[in-house]
């Protein structure tokens, strides 16, 4: 195989594994959305009864880092994609 093709493959590979980064963090934001939202669930119904301030403040502070990971998530889920596309138009050129 010459040069050029095994570094065609060799950066293909790589654009597999940002893409594949890309499915896991999209998956991961997923999951803390729905964490945040079973968390939201909780608290509104700890509203309802006698719960102490103290345990329902534990909850929303942490729904809110659940929601502050999957804002965090999207951003490198987009900054991987921008990556992608990029690189993506380099190899078209470099490999024409």
Request: hydrophobic share 40%.
């Given at each position: 195989m010459d040069?050029?093709?095994q570094a065609l493959q060799f950066y293909?590979?790589?654009g597999a594994a940002d893409e594949l980064s890309r499915k896991l963090l999209t998956r991961?934001?997923?999951l803390q959305r729905g964490r945040a939202a079973?968390?939201?669930r909780?608290?509104?119904d700890l509203d309802k009864g006698v719960t102490p301030k103290e345990e329902?403040?534990?909850l929303e502070a942490e729904m809110e880092r659940r929601k502050t990971l999957a804002v965090n998530y999207d951003a490198l889920e987009s900054v991987i994609?921008?990556?992608i596309a990029m690189?993506?138009?380099l190899d078209e050129q470099k490999f024409k």
């Open positions: 040069p050029k093709q293909q590979s790589l991961a934001a997923q079973a968390l939201k909780r608290i509104d329902i403040a534990k994609g921008k990556a690189r993506a138009e």
